[in-house]
């Protein structure tokens, strides 16, 4: 049981901005809200992080809700090579739940 | 920096026979991490270790054990391998526990026949 719910999949077209959803309506005061990817098999990336406020880093931006219950992970000018699978993972109980992710495919 | 190794890349088993997968870092982590991840789904954590001599089960521990002999190596054996264990196993390190960024190796593919 992952606590997070995902779309399972999207469809963006090369250099525009991906928006990618996130629903952790159980998260607690404390759990922070993760974002990694996994291309093609390989082992996940890290991407960002955040626990209330939004967050910028080289490879995107992490928009949280004021009530913490949703947040989005934008990447600005969506590339063929961020065709990839997103999972969004809140921390329980000190381990962290990889659900089903969300498939992301950057289109020509 | 080599960052997070697996050995091996893939390996296929009977059932009843028994492997080690190597994880090894050199970043110096003090956590560990071993995932499997069956088709289309995301990871699973099996087991954990918080720092050298030290583990601990996670999400889906049975039929695996761990050891964690040395800072930089967490081995994950399998005594008697089952056909559901047929999964692709990732390892990973952190500074921190869980909330800390992790870096994930290559991954391991085993097939257990």
């Known amino acids: 049981d992952a606590k997070t719910t995902q779309p399972p999949s999207m469809d963006c077209a090369e250099g525009r901005a991906a928006n990618l959803p996130c629903n952790h309506s159980t998260i607690s005061g404390n759990e922070y809200v993760y974002w990694y990817r996994q291309i093609h098999s390989q082992g996940p990336q890290y991407i960002i992080h955040?626990?209330?406020n939004n967050e910028t880093n080289e490879m995107a931006s992490l928009i949280i809700t004021e009530d913490r219950k949703s947040s989005t992970l934008i990447l600005p000018h969506a590339t063929l090579r961020d065709t990839a699978v997103y999972y969004c993972i809140v921390s329980i109980n000190n381990d962290m739940r990889f659900g089903a992710g969300t498939r992301l495919t950057v289109k020509p | 920096n080599a960052g997070v190794t697996q050995t091996p890349k893939f390996r296929v088993l009977k059932t009843g026979q028994s492997m080690t997968l190597l994880c090894a870092q050199d970043m110096n982590h003090e956590y560990m991490y071993w995932y499997r991840q069956d088709p289309g789904m995301g990871l699973r954590l099996i087991h954990y270790?918080?720092?050298?001599?030290?583990?601990a089960k996670g999400e889906v521990p049975d039929g695996y054990n761990v050891s964690r002999l040395k800072k930089q190596n967490f081995l994950l054996g399998l005594e008697s391998a089952a056909p559901s264990q047929t999964s692709v196993y990732f390892c990973a390190s952190s500074f921190g526990l869980f909330e800390e960024t992790q870096y994930f190796g290559p991954g391991t593919r085993l097939l257990v026949l």
């Open positions: 270790s918080v720092g050298e001599g030290t583990t």
């Open positions: 955040g626990l209330k």
